[in-house]
């Protein structure tokens, strides 16, 4: 990990790892310190699909995680099922006193992330911000280029992308390995929220 982040001149806060369910089963001394070496280097810690499966709320000390996903069972009609609305609640409560970050997985709809908003959860992702992209749009996306991604509506974009004021991120999902180096672009100088942004915000 040191060698690669040198060779790309990434630095390690650009990097999240998200924990699969099995590391989640394995609290060994072990794996928790080339975990917490990890933390250590700046490299942060994402707990996927949290409050399913294995990722208990012991998890949650057990590991030096920086980060949880809210499961999209959850936020799937947080807008419309009272029960999902005070877990999700909960959950952004919990993140916020244990000083994780929290994103919310699967917002699909503008009232889904109103509600998100409005419960004060700082990330979100989903097909209401964008949905999977080739490689080439992606680093227009990075580029600044593009507002969106709809092959009818691509729209030139001069500042950076998604601003939200704390930090601006987008998900990487490819079976081949992508240099962190294309992760490197210049963030916008004035903050702004872009509701139809195609990427993860902040939704401070």
Known sequence: MRTILKQTDA????????????????NSPALIGMLQELRAMGVGLSVDDF??????LSRLEAFPISE???DRSFVSQVDQNRSQHVIVDAMISLGKELQ???VAEGAETEDEVSVLRKLGCPYCQGYYFGRPMPEAE?????????LSFDQNDVVQRPSGICAAG????????????????????????????????PVCPDLS
């Open 51 to 56: 409050g399913t499966g294995y990722s208990s």
């Open 100 to 102: 994780i970050s929290v």
């Open 138 to 146: 992606f680093l227009a996306l990075l580029d600044g280029k593009v």
């Open 166 to 197: 704390r930090s601006h991120s987008a998900e990487v999902v490819e079976d081949n390995p992508i240099s962190l180096a294309t992760l490197s672009y210049r963030e916008p100088s004035a903050p702004e929220f872009a509701d139809n942004s």
């Open 11 to 26: 630095e390690p806060s650009w990097l999240i790892l998200e924990l699969t369910e099995s590391l989640l089963a394995d």
């Open 68 to 70: 949880f996903k809210i």
